[in-house]
């Protein structure tokens, strides 16, 4: 038996050779230092004749825990390429601070042919004892940051205990940090905190303080636009009151800020800094928010609806049209909702009133005899509602003229002959919010989308049917994002097909 040696094929040409650098912060000093930096790697690698200039990938502001850091990663996807051979670095800890981290880059780059060097332990990653050596300084290298990090933590700690907070302040609207870091009020930021504290209470939702906030050009910190988050956490935060609490967030073992919920102490220091809102008015907006949630996460048993358990349930009209308002459950299915029978039946265009929540209704206490609601969104939500009794309303108001039906046998030729083809159903005049005429599978409104999927044909479609003799089966079918419709005719009415116990 022989054995064969095969040699190494060694690369041709230069070494591609890249450099990495990091800094952890981004002060002035810091950022002067990673452009040095660059400057110190760029002309070191252009003058060395046996290297091939690359690039000098960079981190500015992020920990050397982070491993998702967008010139490091940058550097190794190049580097899977096969655009670097060699990658210079200063020290263990300017490449990474965890020793996972460290590790599992260099054995993945040794894998693909490529070594490290670090200037400052004159090592490089490719030969025998490098990566024994790498293990060893990785180790120190994460030992000193948590060192680091534990002295930190204590300097924090005797802070807290002297009451001397650590301030996140300047990014709060209504709030600026003069030059010797103390908590100055914002004048002109401030009259808009006031604003939506009051909006607040007097009981808007988030969704129309978010609404007037774009009408009135108010603004978050950075000039954009307020959200329902926003609005929110400013109500919850204790700072506008002249409060501050120490330590509500901290950082944890994958150098990730956490919500401190308990897991650390905190420190609540009262009359800290110049207050934005009374504590009257703070606690008045935050009562309001309280009582939004409490709702909003009830769960009420409904009754069905009849008059013994409902007593108002035929006395409430529209204050538009004159038109009963009947009850349907809401999407929640925890409560009632009054919606106007017109409104229903010929659309928005013939009444535009708005549906009346039960809690609404039941606001008002026991009813005597009809009421007609209106509804003005312009006034504060609790009084967005306004009902009036029958005698009053019907002295300068009367109802709407009803449109003449469409729906006839003497104005359709095909008045209830049109059937869905897929299950047999009628089907049956549907008017939207637009006013828009469809008619839908009766057996999908009934049973839903398991029984049938279901034809919905705009009235104009079947306007432009043939007249024929018996009933018209209608078959929808999409084409692209166009729906087509079919049709055959039967002499028989087509029998709906039986439902499927459950």
């Known amino acids: 038996m022989t054995v064969e040696v095969i040699k190494g094929k060694k690369k041709k040409g230069k070494i591609k050779a890249a450099a990495y650098c990091r800094v952890s912060s981004i002060s002035d000093e810091q950022e002067t230092s990673i452009e040095n930096q660059i400057d110190y790697y760029t002309k070191m690698i252009k003058e060395n004749p046996t290297y091939e200039f690359v690039d000098v990938y960079y981190d500015q502001g992020i920990s050397g825990y982070v491993e998702r850091r967008p010139g490091f ?3 190794m996807k190049d580097a899977r390429q096969g655009k670097i051979d060699l990658i210079i670095t200063k020290s263990v800890t300017r490449f990474a601070r965890n020793t996972d981290t460290v590790l599992k880059a260099s054995r993945e780059l040794k894998e693909l042919g490529i070594g490290i060097f ?11 004892e490098g990566e ?15 060192t680091y990090k534990d002295l930190a933590n204590l300097n924090y700690k005797r802070r807290f205990d002297d009451c001397k907070p650590f301030y996140n302040i300047q990014n709060v609207l209504g709030f600026d940090m003069d030059k010797e870091m103390n908590v100055v009020v914002n004048r002109d930021e401030a009259k808009n905190v006031k604003q939506i504290f009051t909006w607040v209470k007097q009981n808007y939702s988030t969704v129309e303080v978010v609404r007037k906030c774009k009408e009135a050009g108010i603004t978050n910190k950075q000039g954009q636009p307020v959200t329902r988050v926003f609005i929110t956490k400013t109500i919850r935060n204790v700072q506008y009151k002249g409060d501050y609490i120490m330590q509500s967030t901290y950082t944890d073992e994958k150098k990730m800020s956490r919500k401190n919920y308990g897991n650390l102490p905190s420190y609540y220091i009262k009359n800290d800094h110049p207050a934005i809102v009374s504590r009257k008015l703070w606690d008045e907006a935050n009562k309001c928010i309280d009582a939004r949630r409490d709702n909003r996460h009830a769960r009420v048993q409904l009754k069905p609806m009849t008059t013994e358990n409902y007593p108002y349930k035929d006395m409430i009209f529209c204050a538009e049209c004159g038109g009963l308002m009947r009850p349907q459950k809401k999407k929640s299915g925890i409560e009632y909702t009054f919606l106007c029978s ?3 039946k010929y659309g928005s265009k013939f009444c535009s009133n708005k549906p009346v929540p039960q809690k609404v209704i039941e606001s008002w206490g026991k009813i005597d005899g009809h009421v007609y609601v209106s509804f003005d969104k312009s006034r504060p939500i609790h009084q967005q509602y306004k009902y009036v009794k029958e005698s009053t309303w019907k002295k300068d108001h009367s109802n709407k003229k009803i449109p003449a039906k469409e729906y006839t046998n003497d104005k359709c030729f095909y008045y209830r002959r049109i059937f869905c083809a897929e299950c047999g159903s009628l089907l049956r005049k549907i008017v939207d919010v637009g006013g828009h005429i ?9 049973f839903g989308n398991e029984y ?4 919905c044909v705009p009235k104009e479609k079947l306007d432009n049917l043939p007249e024929e003799a018996g009933y018209y089966l209608i078959k929808e079918e999409r084409k692209g994002e166009e729906k087509c419709y079919s049709y055959t005719c039967k002499e028989i009415r087509p029998i709906r097909k039986e439902r499927t116990s459950r």
Not at 118 to 128: A, I
């Open 438 to 446: 469809r008619f839908t599978c009766g057996g999908h409104l009934d």
């Open 118 to 128: 670090f200037e400052l332990q004159n090592m490089n990653t490719l030969t025998e």
């Open 73 to 75: 990663q940058r550097m």
């Open 452 to 455: 049938c999927k279901g034809v």
């Open 132 to 146: 024994l050596l790498l293990t060893i300084y990785a180790a120190f290298a994460q030992g000193e940051s948590d």
């Open 342 to 344: 017109n409104r229903r």
